[in-house]
């Protein structure tokens, strides 16, 4: 299994930016697959996860109304589309995909069994 994470980038704020997550090698029993980031001494935290079999997705409070998870089956490519960017939103933005329920809930890495390299978005003031 890989994923690769792109789309990363410098941008001022209020900008936009398009994260993608291309996946290869999941299998049909992938349940989903989430966005997490991870800002200079700080914490892994969860941003967004969109469910495989329904389509429902997921998001922090923080980033509602500004950036949307989607999906492109076809081309197993899993998409966060980021609006009015804000400073804060400044991180190394990862995916992941969630192959097994271990009892934790999808905002946790604990859930996740692949992750991509991850991929910096800068926002500047």
């Known amino acids: 299994v890989q994923l690769q994470a792109f789309g990363g980038g410098l941008v001022q704020a209020e900008g936009s930016l398009r994260l993608s997550c291309a996946a290869s090698?999941?299998?049909?029993?992938?349940?989903?697959m989430g966005w997490f980031r991870q800002a200079p001494g700080k914490e892994r935290e969860f941003v967004a996860y969109f469910t495989y079999s329904s389509g429902i997705t997921y998001s922090i409070d923080s980033v509602k109304g500004r950036f949307t998870i989607s999906r492109d089956n076809a081309k197993n490519t899993v998409y966060l589309q980021m609006n009015s960017l804000k400073p804060e939103d400044t991180a190394v933005y990862y995916c992941?995909?969630?192959?097994?329920?271990?009892?934790?809930?999808?905002?946790?890495?604990?859930?996740?069994?692949?992750w991509g390299q991850g991929t910096l978005v800068t926002v500047s003031s």
């Open positions: 992941a995909a969630r192959t097994r329920f271990s009892g934790s809930s999808y905002r946790s890495t604990l859930e996740y069994t692949y």
């Open positions: 090698g999941l299998t049909s029993s992938t349940y989903g």
